[in-house]
């Protein structure tokens, strides 16, 4: 029940289209839901986060679309360019055991923006 | 620059062998987490700290040991390397943990 579900595994998109990358989770009292991008030979950054209250947030390029009653959130990336080219983690936070905050990863998305 | 640091970058290691992977953190932050990354299956967390001289298993703590001594240290021990522990491996830090993760650029660990 405390999984995230991510999809696609990989991605390939032209540059200037639209990548969109999905995840799903069944617990809800998740209440925060980052995005991570991680360029190859680094560490995951955190790209845009959304809270539950809000139904869409929008950073440049980047969207976070939230579907409560669905159980979904997606990441939209508008205009896509090879400099987007990365693997793509959605997360979801909780609280846990001894109130300390617990993040669940999703299994990551590779994209790869053709130019 | 402020940030998360870890050493060192690459590491090879003989079966059985030990080692300990440093990660140094210079924001104050409380949380800190090493996970390790293997392909086709994500970021899994090893161990975890929410504090000066506290640590916590994650999801797969077996064969590796931390210790945080200091608030800005997180060490992640390996007793006995195994060829199943080749992976790459990430310190991150949080201040509150959940929002804004800060990750290391990574330690590259082969045991052979």
């Known amino acids: 029940q405390q999984q995230v579900k991510q999809s696609p595994q990989s991605l390939i998109v032209q540059k200037g289209g639209i990548s969109i990358i999905n995840c799903a989770y069944e617990?809800?009292?998740?209440?925060?839901f980052p995005w991570y991008q991680q360029f190859p030979g680094k560490g995951p950054a955190l790209l845009i986060a959304?809270?539950?209250d809000v139904s869409e947030k929008k950073e440049g390029r980047f969207t976070i679309s939230f579907n409560k009653s669905a159980k979904q959130f997606s990441l939209h990336i508008m205009d896509s360019q090879p400099g987007d080219s990365a693997t793509y983690f959605c997360?979801?936070?909780?609280?846990?055991?001894?109130?300390?905050?617990?993040?669940?990863w999703g299994l990551g998305t590779s994209l790869a923006v053709n130019p | 620059n402020a940030g998360v640091t870890q050493t060192p970058k690459f590491r090879v290691l003989k079966t059985g062998q030990s080692m300990t992977l440093l990660c140094a953190q210079d924001?104050?932050?409380?949380?800190m987490y090493w996970y390790r990354q293997d392909p086709g299956m994500g970021l899994r967390l090893i161990h975890y700290?929410?504090?000066?001289?506290?640590?916590a298993k994650g999801e797969v703590p077996d064969g590796y040991n931390v210790s945080r001594l200091k608030k800005q240290n997180f060490l992640l021990g390996l007793e006995s390397a195994a060829p199943s522990q080749t992976s790459v491996y990430f310190c991150?830090?949080?201040?509150?943990?959940?929002?804004?993760?800060?990750f290391g650029s990574g330690t590259r660990l082969t045991v052979v």
């Open positions: 617990n809800t009292a998740f209440d925060y």
């Open positions: 924001m104050n932050h409380e949380y």
């Open positions: 997360a979801a936070s909780l609280l846990g055991a001894g109130n300390n905050r617990k993040l669940i």
């Open positions: 991150a830090s949080s201040l509150s943990g959940a929002r804004g993760y800060t």
């Open positions: 959304i809270r539950p």
């Open positions: 700290s929410v504090g000066e001289g506290t640590t």
